[in-house]
């Protein structure tokens, strides 16, 4: 792998959707050796513009890769100094229950449930967190209301080239970026822009405003996407270890045919491992991007990745790395329209 190292640091930074300033950070000062342009807008995205050469050709594509991750806020905290939680992203009550999450200020706590986890029927509302506080008063001492935490899940090494780790979703698609973006020699005819989102969890936030202000001729995300290859309650041909997958179509996107078979060719012929990806459920900010202003060409690379929205998501070093040969091919792609 090119760099497990700044893999482990982007999965272990916190940037609960809403709160990304931490990994924003981290990623601006690997960034900014290699950016012709720097931009943090109004509502925290981080775009990263690397020009290209020019010609009647060019393009100005905008890759888009999301660096929030799921969690929870504070929204009361009980009497014997439980704290009740809300959302910010998509959790499964059930992978939450017993696990460990960490605020912002260090605190750390465990997951519990009111009743039994089964008849919480993932209620996350059901859901509170301890830590360790003896009574409401104790609890301000450490933690209010409002307060965000996210997983602890450390980065682990899993067998045949397998990762474990929280924040995958998508700390992949910010990593793969950076790599493409220190690969780039500025040789190819398009200008490209490496944008990493905010809020994509609270649906697809940070794409939109980016989009608008860059107004791309091409938009491709650059995420995770659910895998079907081991027992789950999704079904479709996403399978780890397949290579990078290329993103037909999801419930909020049909990505554009031109786009997708550009991806394909760039695949075929610079020898990468590639799989098609169809799901019918979830999305990623490709679908801000396609309707933004007057329309954009839309496309996504994808890592396919077991147990996501946990703190214990798999991927393959693998598939990440044909991601970024993916991202690296594309970007360097003369399209003739």
Partial sequence: ????????????????????KEVRG??????????????????????????????????????????????????KIETDGRLRVCNLGWNWAGSAYNGRVRFRNGVSGVVGCVGSIEDAKNDVGKLYIDIGATSKE???????????????????????????????????????LLQALKENNGRGPNDIYYVFCVQEELGCRGSKPAAARIQPDIGIAVDITPAHDYPCDLEGCNALDEGIAIKFSDPSVVCDEDIVGAMVACCEEKKIKYQREVIDKGGTDASSMNVSGLGVRVGGIVV????????????????????????KAISEYEFCW
């Fill in 1 to 20: 792998m090119r760099d497990e190292e700044l893999l482990i640091r982007l999965t272990q930074a916190q940037g609960v959707a809403g709160y990304e």
């Fill in 26 to 75: 981290l990623i601006e000062a690997e960034a900014a050796p290699y950016a012709d342009e720097i931009i943090k807008d109004a509502i925290g995205n981080l775009i990263v513009l690397k020009k290209g050469k020019g010609g009647p050709q060019a393009k100005r594509i905008m890759f888009a890769a999301h660096m929030d991750e799921i969690g929870f806020m504070v929204k």
């Fill in 138 to 176: 104790d609890a301000k001492k450490y933690v209010n209301v409002g307060d965000v935490c996210g997983y602890y899940g450390p980065y682990i090494e899993l067998a045949n080239n397998r990762i474990a780790s929280k924040s995958l979703d998508n700390r992949i698609g910010c990593y793969q």
């Fill in 304 to 327: 396919v990745t077991r147990y996501p929205h946990s703190q214990s998501a798999v991927a393959s070093k693998n598939d990440i790395e044909a991601g970024v040969e993916l991202c």
